[in-house]
């Protein structure tokens, strides 16, 4: 069974570009979330998809945006890059919606110049 | 609003029992999590609790939750050098899981 994966693994953008990080979620996980962890910091809910449609969203600009395909993974679309974007982007998937057992997949560390 | 707080350091010598401490504010979590995240890593679920029990034991840890008092704990029995890490808390609403800022443990020989 694969678990979650992320891709890239290191990303280094520039303020004010745009940034696409993906997602794969676990075989038979329908539902994917998207955190994000600053330094330091627990990771802070960004949002989550289940069966291609936002199902909740936390405390984040419009320019977070998001995807799910039909095959679950999923896209999470940062706009108009800011410095303190740079952090750890976790991805987690779960075998339903709601979230008894959520997994984690490796994160994408995004640094914003 | 939400808020999960925890100890932010945790120092044990090998062998000995670890506890790590947790405090919520939500008391309609249903579940509470707790997660370790080696550096550079994503987060590994360890266990969870349901909010109606006591505590859940899983070889090594043991988890412990007061529901009147919003206390979560997790005991890891005869801590290892490989549990160092961070660990986290949960607690679960609806469709997320807010976070503590993390314990970090520290494993000495």
């Known amino acids: 069974e694969t678990g979650v994966t992320q891709s890239p693994t290191h990303l280094i953008k520039t303020r004010g570009q745009q940034v696409t990080l993906r997602c794969s979620s676990q075989?038979?996980?329908?539902?994917v979330s998207w955190y994000q962890q600053a330094l330091g910091q627990g990771p802070q809910f960004i949002f989550q998809?289940?069966?291609?449609?936002?199902?909740g969203r936390g405390n984040f600009p419009p320019r977070f945006s998001g995807l799910q395909f039909p095959n679950y993974s999923s896209e999470l679309n940062v706009n108009a890059l800011e410095l303190d974007d740079s952090a750890l982007y976790l991805c987690?998937?779960?075998?339903?919606?709601?979230?008894?057992?959520?997994?984690f997949g490796p994160g994408t560390r995004l640094t914003v110049t | 609003g939400e808020d999960v707080e925890q100890s932010l350091f945790l120092s044990v010598r090998e062998g000995d029992s670890s506890v790590i401490n947790c405090t919520y504010t939500?008391?309609?979590?249903?579940?509470l999590y707790w997660y370790k995240q080696e550096p550079g890593a994503g987060l590994q679920l360890l266990t969870y609790?349901?909010?109606?029990?006591d505590m859940k034991q899983d070889q090594r840890l043991t988890v412990l939750l007061n529901k009147k008092d919003k206390h979560l704990s997790l005991r890891i029995a005869d801590t290892q050098t490989g549990d160092s890490a961070i660990y986290f808390c949960a607690e679960s609403e609806t469709d997320k899981l807010i976070f503590g800022t993390g314990t970090r443990l520290q494993v000495f020989p």
């Open positions: 075989s038979g996980h329908n539902t």
């Open positions: 609790i349901f909010s109606n029990m």
């Open positions: 998809y289940y069966r291609e449609e936002e199902n």
């Open positions: 987690a998937s779960s075998p339903g919606q709601g979230i008894v057992e959520q997994y």
């Open positions: 939500d008391s309609s979590s249903t579940y």
